[in-house]
């Protein structure tokens, strides 16, 4: 069964870092690109980072700078380090894998003071 699990979400001061994990199962990430979204409240689900093979990466411009997209292959895991963190950044946060196209559950990720 495929499986992706993200972890490490939580609540954050402004400013501050997270790092989220997420870890497959029955998935190869090998050669397949691997991406972070993110959905706040009442808006649309959007693209936060995507890694694709050779370490390629894209950010959503407002995280550039800010936040790192990482994956270790042997591992089948998945990382999106996030500083300097601000309100606007709080959601949930999705990890995805266009191919196969699987989700994770999401991991609440909450920036307040």
């Known amino acids: 069964q495929m499986q992706l699990v993200e972890t490490g979400g939580g609540l954050a001061q402004p400013g501050g870092s997270l790092t989220l994990v997420c870890s497959g199962s029955?998935?190869?990430?090998?050669?397949?690109?691997v991406a972070w979204y993110r959905q706040a409240p009442g808006k649309s689900r959007e693209p936060v980072a995507t890694i694709y093979d050779h370490n390629y990466a894209t950010y959503l411009d407002s995280v550039k700078g800010r936040f790192t997209i990482s994956k270790d292959n042997a591992k089948r895991t998945a990382y999106l380090r996030m500083t300097n963190l601000r309100p606007e950044d709080t959601a949930v946060y999705y990890c995805h894998m266009p191919n196969p196209n699987i989700w994770g559950q999401g991991t609440q990720v909450t920036v307040s003071s």
């Open positions: 029955g998935v190869t990430f090998a050669s397949y690109a």
